[in-house]
């Protein structure tokens, strides 16, 4: 069974492992896998107030950011999922929580990742690119 569980500060080492699992393989399709840089990047953005572990059976199989924006959309920072609790629905079952909130979802992916083709099947749609990035949008009026 799924659940969420709150962020604290003393998490920041185990999140920042989880994170480094989960992009590993596509940072190195990149050719931009840096565990420093991971490092900095998470803790530029470390906001325990915004983030949610996701549990299965008492064990941390992933996590998530979301943060609301002026417009009265909200954006996806994060979303890393264990490499083994991956294709289970479990992203699937964090984007439906967050679409039923009724609010646009703004978000980013890493070019190469398979989590574009993820995030397109569950409705988004691309808006933008940068060299590493794609950008993506789900509309909630769409839906």
């Not at 439906?96 to 749609?125: M, P, T, W």
Request: glycine content about 10%.
């Amino acid at each position: 069974m799924l659940k969420l569980a709150p962020v604290a500060a003393e998490d920041f080492e185990a999140m920042l492992a989880l994170r480094i699992e989960a992009l590993r393989e596509s940072l190195e399709r990149l050719g931009r896998f840096d565990p420093q840089r991971a490092r900095e990047r998470l803790a530029s953005q470390f906001e325990p107030a915004a983030m949610q572990h996701i549990e299965r059976d008492g064990q941390r199989i992933g996590f998530f950011t979301v943060k609301p924006l002026a417009d009265g959309t909200m954006r996806l920072e994060h979303l890393y999922i264990r490499p083994g609790a991956q294709g289970q629905g479990v992203g699937r079952w964090v984007l439906d929580g967050l679409k039923r909130q009724g609010r646009d979802i703004h978000l980013s992916a890493l070019k190469l990742s398979d989590a574009n083709r993820f995030y397109v099947r569950e409705g988004f749609v691309a808006v933008g690119e940068s060299d590493v990035d794609i950008d993506y949008c789900w509309k909630a009026g769409a839906a």
